[in-house]
């Protein structure tokens, strides 16, 4: 089913990489954080391979208003294919109503959670340990709506989803990005989300911090060299962690800028 949303965490559901608890717990609306993965979440897992999800995931859509759906797909950012899903269910887009960002489904809230961020006293070591006793998707929430605390620990998380879905949060901020950009104990798909990102790479330092990263996959960095300052340019020249073609295309481009002055 192609919904035509895009995003690291939909993509691990679109591929089928995704363990049946994780999925039971999207399916019951208390993953995303945001109301067009939720929605596309759902609506994607009534298709799901297991009946248990499926059910799970209509039931999570019916209690949900069908005023709230239709200004939902009103919003200008939904894709067409979503709306499409809705509307084989007799629901039609309602567009020019102020919907806000949030879940229609606020599982933690009916269940009485506190969305809690880490509290300011703790240190790394005493989040560490919290995060290290949670289950995968326990780490997925806590990566999507915790502090930047548990953000900063579990971008570097061994599993795939869960780091992913540090850059699923809403509360992620542009110096946080930059920050992930120039680490080298992240995952290549990290860093290449990250670059793939129009938003992100529009700010210079995460382009800056990704082609300076020996982790970088190389398409990405080599994207971002004719965009480099030339102290920039001289620091990947003479980095001798980086990959060749990198530094090559870099002298190139230094050697350019020496031939116009």
Do not use: C, H
Request: aromatic residues 4%; hydrophobic residues 45%.
């Amino acid at each position: 089913m192609d919904l035509g949303l895009r995003s690291p965490m939909l993509d691990f559901f679109r591929r089928g990489e995704v363990a049946k608890d994780v999925r039971l717990l999207a399916a019951s609306g208390a993953l995303a954080p945001r109301a067009l993965d939720q929605i596309g979440l759902l609506a994607m897992l009534t298709d799901d391979g297991d009946e248990e999800i499926r059910a799970t995931a209509e039931a999570t859509l019916a209690v949900i208003p069908t005023e709230s759906l239709a200004a939902f797909l009103g919003r200008s950012d939904v894709p067409e294919g979503l709306r499409d899903f809705f509307r084989a269910r007799g629901i039609e887009p309602l567009p020019g109503v102020e919907v806000s960002d949030a879940p229609l489904v606020d599982v933690d809230a009916a269940a009485g959670v506190a969305e809690g961020a880490a509290p300011e006293a703790e240190d790394n070591q005493s989040i560490t340990q919290k995060l290290a006793l949670m289950g995968v998707a326990e780490r997925m929430k806590a990566a999507m709506k915790g502090s930047k605390s548990e953000r900063a620990i579990l971008i570097r998380d061994p599993n795939k989803l869960v780091s992913s879905s540090v850059l699923s949060s809403p509360k992620l901020t542009e110096s946080e990005v930059e920050n992930f950009a120039k680490l080298a104990n992240v995952s290549e798909e990290i860093l290449r989300t990250i670059g793939q990102n129009r938003g992100w790479t529009k700010n210079y330092g995460v382009i800056a911090a990704l082609a300076k990263n020996p982790k970088t996959p190389l398409a990405i960095a080599m994207r971002f060299v004719q965009r480099l300052s030339d102290r920039d340019l001289k620091m990947i020249a003479l980095d001798r962690n980086l990959q060749e073609p990198l530094k090559l295309m870099v002298r190139k481009r230094i050697a350019e800028g020496q031939e116009r002055k």
